[in-house]
């Protein structure tokens, strides 16, 4: 796999101003990251120890994924106290020198923040137990008499996304609100309690020098008046667009304009990105008008197959929904939700392509950790060592989430490939000794010297990063071609070569290039043109 990088390429990106806007940010799944204490668990320190690697790698900030206290019912996103760091990660001394080093190495830091539901474990939610039916604390959750004579019946016929009831039965006969699992309460945000703890939970971490954050289920927030009926025998997506009468209700803006209030009290542009699932592109751009959140993963682009029409009709899609709200788009191809891309599409020729792709298309783009690496997604986890919690359930999801948060290889010719000194939490595959760090590095074949090559030059390249729109260009029937400024992109989607007259000087591409008037099979080539 042959890759080109030309000798020499303008040394800046241009000027608009958001950093956001065209920056590439790398999702860190701590547990799965790097091990400091040998536990066989991800840290904050391993973290902190590995930061030079992204630095090197190129991207501009970090995401990580929860770290707060909780008990780990759902890896994390049952928290229990959102200003306190779970032992098993470490302290708030560790996460304030993540933060500090990451600065220093010129990468900003973008926490998860979940306010759509805590942990059955929050002091609050312990003391709305105790304190019974009708009291203050528990206006502050869905808390509901059951239907029926006798209650016993859920009080609607919501489902987890999880499986099974939305709802669980507590001592004292009510019925508690919880689209996810039992453990995870869903908070009540039509209550000023939970809107003003939430205010002063961003400023806490702002405090510590957070550059933005990650909103968990941000289209969850508000449930529609009443708590209706969904009225359907209708199996709940937890990645999937249905509409529903709990997700993507119009309150969630409000909540989200007073929290960019809150960000524009700082320096140094502060963001917010939405984990926001909704029917359309066209919704998704909502909670991104100037006075909300800053970005939005591109959900309705990860869901597109291998394929150049259905490509470029999302591309168009997601360029045109974004551009009346002057916000940029942000593209994603895999996270810790979904099924590694490269397992997805059924080839690392085709990863290598996608990867290329994504990163040419206008504005911001996100890369989960491993997908640098080329790593497939585990498939063949025993059960027994499984912890997704929808697993558990028979009518939930797939529950092969784990699959794709296996600890990524650093080095060495066997497991734990220098992840830690105790082992991995997941049991890492055999074959991934010739995909670490280590292996790949100074090979300018591998995968991760692709991504290193394709960060320069978006980084280098003035018509690369920003922007809003991309020249289409005639193509045959498979390919995609287009052009942004003096750059072109060229995309062979199908498995037989395509003879496309060479637009220009190849900067780079994802596989060999022996003839430049000849585009590969499932391989993407940059031009300047």
């Not at 309460?185 to 954050?213: K, T, Y």
């Not at 397992?343 to 040419?360: I, N, S």
């Not at 005639?474 to 995309?491: S, Y």
């Amino acid at each position: 796999m042959t890759q080109h990088l030309a000798d020499a390429l303008p040394t800046s990106t241009g000027t608009q101003p958001g950093w956001w806007r065209e920056a590439v940010i790398y999702q860190v799944y701590p547990r799965s990251f790097a091990d400091s204490d040998g536990d066989g668990m991800g840290d904050l320190e391993g973290i902190r120890s590995r930061l030079p690697y992204l630095k090197e790698l190129g991207v501009d900030a970090v995401w990580l994924s929860p770290f707060y206290a909780s008990p780990q019912a759902d890896a994390g996103y049952d928290v229990a106290d959102y200003r306190a760091i779970d032992p098993m990660f470490g302290t708030l001394h560790d996460a304030d020198a993540v933060i500090r080093e990451a600065h220093e190495l010129g990468l900003r830091i973008i926490v998860d923040l979940v306010p759509n539901h805590c942990s059955d474990q929050h002091e609050w939610f312990k003391q709305a137990l105790r304190e019974g039916p009708g009291t203050p604390l528990r206006e502050r959750f869905h808390f509901r008499p059951g239907q029926g004579a006798d209650g016993s019946e859920p009080p609607n016929d919501w489902e987890s996304i999880f499986g099974g009831p939305a709802w669980t039965r507590v001592a004292d006969g009510e019925w508690y609100l919880h689209l996810f699992a039992p453990e995870q309460p869903d908070f009540n945000w039509e209550h000023p309690a939970v809107q003003d703890e939430f205010r002063s939970i961003l400023r806490f971490w702002l405090d510590l020098g957070a550059d933005g954050f990650r909103i968990d289920v941000a289209h969850g927030l508000v449930k529609a008046p009443g708590l209706p009926d969904l009225g359907r025998d209708e199996q709940l997506k937890l990645l999937g667009n249905q509409v529903l009468p709990f997700f993507d209700q119009d309150g969630v803006h409000e909540i989200y304009r007073s929290w960019r209030l809150v960000l524009d009290e700082y320096a140094g542009d502060r963001i917010g990105v939405a984990e926001a699932w909704t029917p359309s592109a066209d919704r998704t751009a909502l909670y991104l008008r100037p006075d909300e959140l800053h970005q939005a993963f591109n959900f309705h682009y990860l869901n597109t197959g291998w394929d150049a029409e259905a490509l470029r009709a999302t591309i168009d899609e997601s360029l045109d929904s974004m551009r009346p709200v002057g916000a940029p788009t942000t593209w994603v191809l895999s996270n810790h939700d979904v099924v590694r891309h490269r397992t997805r599409f059924g080839t690392l020729e085709k990863a290598r392509a996608a990867a290329l792709l994504m990163l040419a298309l206008p504005g911001s783009a996100y890369v989960y950790q491993g997908e640098e690496l080329g790593l497939p997604e585990v498939v063949d986890l025993p059960d027994e060592v499984r912890q997704d919690p929808s697993f558990f359930k028979a009518n939930g999801q797939d529950g092969l989430r784990d699959g794709c948060r296996v600890p990524i290889p650093w080095s060495g010719d066997q497991a734990p490939y220098g992840f830690g000194t105790g082992g991995s939490w997941l049991p890492q595959p055999a074959e991934w000794a010739g995909l670490s760090v280590e292996a790949q590095t100074g090979d300018p074949e591998s995968t991760l010297e692709l991504y290193r090559s394709a960060l320069r030059v978006r980084r280098a390249h003035p018509a690369l990063g920003a922007g809003d729109g991309v020249e289409w260009l005639p193509a045959p029937a498979g390919v995609l071609a287009f052009r942004r400024g003096d750059f072109v992109c060229t995309v062979n989607t199908t498995d037989e070569p395509v003879r496309l007259p060479a637009p220009g000087t190849v900067l780079l591409a994802s596989g060999d290039l022996a003839d430049p008037d000849v585009l590969p099979a499932d391989t993407t080539v940059w031009w300047q043109g």
